[in-house]
């Protein structure tokens, strides 16, 4: 995290880091797209995401606190200083809004992201250090991860997340996943 930070913090690093990452996401293109923009509903963007959040959830899906039949797997696989580069590479791509069709979902998850959710994600859902950047994400996924919040065992995970989801309705989830992917 250390060196993360290090790097974040000088421009000619920055640039080699960006260099580097970019050479090694051509697979996970595939699924993230890209340029970060995911090209299935299910599947996160990476695009514009805080590179301390995606290298934390690169040690989630590594040491099993996280789980995903490929990520799992992929994780494993990426030396430190890959995560750092691809980490870098994702947070310097911008993220595009989607489309919802449902302008009352919006609205209604317009006013409950500003109370509940607001003081932490940050105001337009952009998100802040470890703090993922909600805005843009697609909205599947978006539902797939506060069902997983949910349905976290709390004496084995630590995240605020599971607390604030267990309280979630459906509906509330269905509202907030379509205002956020607009954003
Ligand atoms: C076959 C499709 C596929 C490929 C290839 C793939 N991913 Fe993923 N990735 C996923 C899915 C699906 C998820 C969501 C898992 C979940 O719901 O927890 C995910 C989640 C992630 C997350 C967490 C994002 C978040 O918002 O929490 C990161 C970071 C990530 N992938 C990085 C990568 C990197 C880097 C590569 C290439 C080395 C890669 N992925 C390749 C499908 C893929
Ligand atoms: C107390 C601070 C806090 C509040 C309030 C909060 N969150 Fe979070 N949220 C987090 C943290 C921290 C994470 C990262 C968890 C991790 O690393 O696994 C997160 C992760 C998420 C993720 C997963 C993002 C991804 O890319 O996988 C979603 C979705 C999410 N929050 C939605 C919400 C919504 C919707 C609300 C309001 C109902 C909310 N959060 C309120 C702190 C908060």
Same mark, same amino acid.
């Given at each position: 995290?250390?060196?993360l930070?290090?790097?974040?913090?000088?421009?000619?690093?920055?640039?080699?880091?960006?260099?580097?990452?970019?050479?090694r996401?051509?697979?996970c293109?595939? &699924? !993230? +797209?890209? /340029?970060?923009?995911?090209?299935? $509903?299910?599947?996160p963007?990476l695009?514009?995401?805080?590179?301390?959040y995606?290298?934390?959830?690169?040690?989630k899906?590594?040491?099993?606190?996280?789980?995903?039949?490929?990520?799992?797997?992929?994780?494993?696989?990426?030396?430190?200083?890959?995560?750092?580069?691809?980490?870098?590479?994702?947070?310097?791509q911008?993220a595009?809004p989607r489309?919802?069709?449902?302008?009352?979902r919006?609205?209604?998850?317009?006013?409950?992201?500003?109370?509940?959710?607001?003081? &932490? !994600? +940050?105001? /337009?859902?952009?998100?802040?250090? $470890?703090?993922?950047?909600?805005?843009?994400?697609?909205?599947?996924?978006l539902?797939?991860?506060?069902?997983?919040?949910?349905?976290?065992?709390p004496?084995?995970?630590?995240?605020?997340?599971?607390?604030?989801?267990?309280?979630?309705?459906e509906?509330?989830?269905?509202?907030?996943?379509?205002?956020?992917?607009?954003?």
């Amino acid at each position: 995290m250390a060196q993360l930070r290090a790097i974040m913090a000088d421009e000619e690093q920055r640039q080699a880091s960006y260099e580097a990452g970019h050479e090694r996401i051509r697979f996970c293109g595939y &699924c !993230h +797209g890209e /340029d970060g923009n995911s090209k299935r $509903d299910y599947i996160p963007n990476l695009a514009a995401q805080h590179p301390q959040y995606l290298f934390n959830q690169f040690e989630k899906f590594g040491d099993g606190t996280r789980e995903d039949y490929v990520m799992s797997q992929l994780a494993k696989t990426l030396t430190l200083e890959e995560r750092i580069n691809i980490a870098i590479y994702f947070g310097m791509q911008t993220a595009k809004p989607r489309p919802s069709t449902d302008a009352a979902r919006v609205e209604a998850g317009r006013s409950l992201f500003k109370i509940r959710c607001a003081g &932490c !994600h +940050g105001l /337009d859902a952009q998100g802040f250090q $470890d703090m993922p950047r909600l805005a843009g994400q697609p909205s599947e996924y978006l539902g797939i991860a506060l069902n997983r919040f949910k349905q976290m065992d709390p004496t084995k995970h630590s995240t605020p997340m599971i607390g604030i989801a267990s309280v979630l309705s459906e509906e509330d989830i269905q509202s907030l996943a379509a205002y956020l992917t607009t954003r």
